[in-house]
């Protein structure tokens, strides 16, 4: 019988970060041991926050550190992960910071199960057989229609078949100017390849902003308009989704199913995003593929930072045939990139399928670790409750 014997986090980061919509400047990983096997995830998270709700001292008993839930615990079968995840949820559901933290454990977990069962993640869900996913490069936008017109042939020149560009200036600046940016995005990339155009949240749930843009999506054929509002701003959502032939994305700040199913439900969404750093790991991630498959909605993953973390977004709906969308970013720091020396890399269709090795496939490199690694000490009273273990 394993149980859960150490959680180590490894708080990574860039030598520079800057106020820009690139969440791959830093790290939280997650290191789960129980017996002779560990598995790795990764928290999409600000990290030191993070770290301080596995180690926080008692508040109440709805609002309990995380480790008490975890350590010590049964991990021979998806059923156990899947009675730890519950045990966190109702022991720490007062603490906020819980589903990040719960996301980075919860898929150590399902890797290291994969690694004790010598099984990819995808089958121990219940999947005989995984589907391959266009991979969409994911870039922000450029701060000019030239730079992101060549952002747009550079993605269609390396083979992708669709592109996303989102962040940036667009939507910050008058709806004339956003149009020239989806224009020239929809120039560099081709009459041929799908575009797809992420808002960040810009408009909050102003209706009237979002309408202003939506000529211009049209004209440029765009497959869908991503987060223009807040995940919870439900009528916002609802409205935009009857005025537009444009199909409407959302989901990857949910941190609950509950939400995600809520914006499938009443939201109007074509397509649910779901970042499994953040919604509660794999386990949760999967809750919600299912449940979008049943409503007839595209799941779709969310990620931006690691190839580690792109392999845990794919697990939950490798098996969705007709589900055939896959985030891959393609401006991460180098950070990023270079955390696992095997990556996850497009075929000659600019397709990615998951990895069919054990657990999520992907080790990162512990030379990697020591070179961003920030040490990291938490003390309460004078006392240490949390220290990086280097080793």
């Known amino acids: 019988m394993m149980k859960i014997e150490t959680v180590d986090f490894f708080y990574l980061r860039m030598p520079v970060v800057k106020a820009i919509g690139d969440g791959s400047q830093d790290a939280l990983l997650v290191r789960v041991r129980a017996g002779s096997h560990e598995g790795w995830g990764e928290c999409e998270a600000a990290p030191l926050p993070t770290i301080a709700a596995w180690c926080c001292p008692l508040s109440h008993s709805a609002c309990q550190p995380v480790s008490v839930s975890v350590l010590g615990a049964r991990c021979d079968s998806p059923g156990d992960l899947r009675r730890i995840h519950e045990t966190v949820k109702a022991q720490s559901m007062d603490l906020l910071q819980t589903d990040h933290l719960l996301s980075g454990i919860d898929m150590a977990l399902w890797d290291l199960l994969g690694q004790a069962k010598e099984e990819p993640v995808y089958r121990l869900l219940g999947d005989r057989k995984s589907f391959p996913k266009t991979a969409y490069a994911s870039v922000l936008f450029g701060d000019t229609p030239e ?5 747009a042939r550079q993605a269609r020149e390396q083979g992708f078949r ?13 709806p004339e100017a956003d149009a020239d940016q989806v224009t020239a995005a929809r120039e560099g ?12 949240t ?3 749930d102003r209706l009237s ?10 004209a440029n054929q765009v497959h869908w308009l991503e987060e223009p509002f807040v995940s919870g701003a439900l009528c916002a959502y609802h ?24 914006m499938i439900d009443y939201g109007g969404i074509g397509f649910v995003q779901i970042d499994a ?24 993953n969310h990620t931006f930072t690691t190839h580690l973390a792109l392999s845990a977004s794919l697990q939950p709906y490798a098996g969705l045939e007709d589900h055939a969308l896959s985030e891959y970013p393609l401006e991460a720091s180098p950070l990023a990139t270079t955390l696992t020396p095997t990556r996850i890399l497009p075929d000659d269709q600019g397709r990615i399928t998951v990895p069919e090795a054990p657990g999520l496939g992907l080790r990162p490199d512990p030379a990697v670790i020591r070179q961003y690694l920030v040490p990291t000490e938490i003390k309460v009273n004078g006392e240490p409750i949390f220290s990086t273990d280097p080793h």
Not at 147 to 151: H, M, Q, S
């Open 277 to 300: 750093g953040r919604i509660g790991g794999i386990t949760a991630a999967k809750a919600v593929a299912d449940y979008a498959a049943a409503r007839g909605c595209q799941y779709v």
């Open 239 to 262: 409205s935009l989704a009857q005025r537009t032939k444009v199909r409407l994305a959302g989901g990857e700040g949910c941190h609950n199913v509950h939400q995600a199913q809520h």
């Open 189 to 200: 990339l081709g009459p041929d390849r799908l575009l797809l155009i992420d808002a960040g």
């Open 147 to 151: 730079l992101t017109r060549a952002k």
């Open 209 to 218: 902003q979002a309408e202003l843009r939506l000529p211009a999506l049209e």
């Open 162 to 174: 669709a592109a996303k560009f989102g962040w940036g200036v667009y939507g910050q600046q008058t």
């Open 202 to 204: 810009v408009w909050k």
